[in-house]
């Protein structure tokens, strides 16, 4: 058990607001009736089951630092260069990400093409 570090807990906090479906702004944690104690967590240890189940591996670095599992191979996305867990070949962290590749890649062909007319 170790104490989380302010990058752990802004991540955890931004998890919660985020994808959390037990999550509410105005009345916290829906299924305990109070405010959400995932937000105030300080130490490495008991962690809200749907929070540890389904909201955890949406940041698989994150996750391996919490549980101590092994480290995804984490690959920087070639776009935004934020780290992620690729899936076979995959280059980007986003399709955002994907579709902005895509455009450069766009313009650098039509560029080149109308240079060479």
Known sequence: MRELTREEKAAIRSLVVKWCANYDREYGCLPLDCECY?????????????????????????????TDGPTPD??????????????????????????????????GYMRKRRLDC
């Open 38 to 66: 995932m937000l105030g967590k300080c130490w490495t240890s008991g962690y809200c089951r749907y929070f540890r189940e389904a909201v955890l591996p949406l940041n698989p670095a994150l996750e391996a630092a919490l």
């Open 74 to 107: 984490l690959r920087p996305c070639a776009v935004c260069g934020r780290p992620f867990a690729p899936e076979g070949k995959k280059a980007f962290c986003s399709a955002a990400c994907a579709e902005n590749a895509r455009r450069k890649r766009q313009r």
